[in-house]
């Protein structure tokens, strides 16, 4: 299926659309927005089969994981749902005056309001739950916001019909068809004409460092800077301590096989980089995740582009000085297919080579042989921002090793401990960010309802009339909402 780049013209036009839908949406209520969002979820889940023959066809990926992902979406669709109508989101927090101090202290009430129009960029790994109707769209639209979302050129045809739900879903809700607009853009000149407009209020984007950082870039060049939440690289470091891998080497080994080539490694919490101490545990443990590799066959990669940036990006890494390729897929690929590899090389070689430090897409870890914990935690210090860290460690060990383990957690958004970094859980307590170049903003989640907070600000309402005040912070509380009242979480009236 092949679409036209939107032009700038036409961008112009739906993007002045969009703020004036944007003057309807973010006065609808929390219950409205919910309900809007679960009609998004039906209209999805009503393109049945349809939907899953035309992603496959895109995109490579088998039909068990289509239907797994879809179920995702609908699910964080119905979530975010749920968490936009219980408000505590809002961060509502109330402050009643205190007219008899000297000097009196006024009435104040704040909470979070709604950005503006947010674009989306679809991501390529993930062709429901990132993209055209995922996370970051649904987080916007609880948020109060209109969303633009410009298709990814790898699977256009899904984003197509998946658009079609959620317009559906504003006309079956009554809303202005602007609420939603999607558009089409192989040229990068689409995203920054998106990114320079006035009109955007701020970014979701999911996908490579380059990509994420030139969105950044134009962003904060606009007269009116404006917030871009990328999701960008990392290499999600594994450390395996050496008491740990004594007795659990071989099972440990096996575990990361499976991640390390689940989905032919296209996860952006791909076990990248594997830190050990250079003993016979570690000898075992590499020679164990090399077996179990050699039995994979390599496996279908979500598009051209995708395939030639591993096979570039692996061979330079493999290419490196003091890197050995300790195992391979010994099935020879056919063309858009990734070779499960694992390499490995010394902690030094890996501290002076940043070419090492870098993000390979698909199924590849590199193990780092360290002379002990001391060379660990310098191997540590080097490292950049990641979405994650995992210790396969026991209790004693994290005692033993404070300043290893306080490294680690300075570097990553999700601390794992004795378990793998894919596979990421839709619930409120998930970390899905990380400091850069992890993201662009490590205090936001691009998964959980948390996530709903990158697209809303905070406005104090200083001796406002109870009647003009926003539902959310008036006397009665009549939404029924959590709120902060004098210190003390409430849903009394204040």
Not at 3 to 26: C, G
């Amino acid at each position: 299926m092949e679409f036209k780049d939107t032009t700038a013209e036409e961008i112009n036009v739906l993007l002045e659309e969009s703020w004036k839908a944007f003057q309807v949406y973010r006065k609808l209520s929390l219950k409205q927005r919910a309900e809007f969002m679960r009609t998004i979820a039906i209209e999805m889940e009503a393109l049945g089969d349809g939907l899953l023959r035309i992603t496959g066809e895109e995109t490579q990926l088998p039909e068990a994981r289509l239907r797994n992902e879809r179920t995702r979406t609908i699910f964080q669709l119905n979530s975010y749902a749920a968490a936009c109508e219980r408000g505590e989101w809002l961060e509502a927090r109330i402050d009643t005056a205190v007219p008899d101090r000297n000097p009196p202290r006024p009435d104040m009430r704040k909470m979070l309001v709604p950005l503006g129009p947010v674009v989306v960029f679809g991501a390529a790994n993930f062709p429901y739950a990132y993209s055209t109707a995922g996370g970051d769209t649904a987080c916007a639209f609880a948020a109060g916001c209109p969303v633009i979302v410009k298709a990814h050129p790898g699977h256009a045809g899904t984003s197509e019909m998946v658009a079609g739900a959620v317009s559906r879903a504003a006309e079956k809700c009554g809303l202005p068809s602007a609420v939603f607009i999607h558009i089409h853009g192989a040229s990068f000149e689409v995203g920054k004409a998106l990114v320079e407009h006035p009109r955007v209020k701020a970014v979701g984007f999911t996908g490579s460092f380059q990509g994420g950082k030139q969105l950044f870039d134009w962003a904060n060049q606009r007269k009116e800077p404006i917030p871009v939440f990328a999701e960008m690289s990392s290499i999600n470091p594994v450390f395996l301590f050496p008491e740990k891998m004594n007795t659990s080497a071989v099972e440990a080994a096996t575990q990361y096989a499976g991640s390390i080539s689940l989905g032919v490694g296209q996860f952006c919490t791909n076990p990248g980089l594997i830190i050990g101490i250079d003993n016979e545990d570690l000898q075992l443990f590499i020679d164990t995740l090399s077996a179990e590799i050699v039995k994979l066959s390599p496996g279908n990669m979500l598009n051209p582009g995708i395939f030639k940036n591993y096979v570039e990006k692996r061979a330079n890494a493999l290419a490196q000085e003091g890197v050995e390729m300790v195992a391979v897929s010994p099935i020879d690929p056919e063309l858009n297919q990734g070779t499960p590899t694992i390499a490995t090389t010394s902690g030094q070689v890996f501290i002076h080579n940043p070419i090492l430090h870098r993000e390979v897409f698909g199924p590849y870890s590199l193990v780092i042989r360290c002379k002990d914990m001391a060379e660990m935690l310098e191997v540590t210090t080097h490292l950049e921002g990641q979405l994650t860290a995992t210790l396969m460690a026991n209790d004693n060990e994290i005692r033993d090793h404070v300043d290893l383990v306080e490294a680690i957690r300075d570097i990553c958004g999700r601390y794992i401990m004795n378990g793998v970094p894919t596979g990421v859980e839709v619930c409120l307590s998930m970390q899905h960010g990380g400091p850069y170049p992890a993201t662009t903003d490590s205090r936001f989640t691009s998964v959980g309802a948390d996530g709903i907070k990158r697209f809303a600000r905070p406005v104090a309402f200083q001796n406002w009339s109870n009647e003009l005040l926003p539902e959310e912070l008036k006397k009665e509380n009549p939404l029924g909402i959590w709120r902060t009242v004098n210190d003390e979480k409430s849903k009394r009236e204040s």
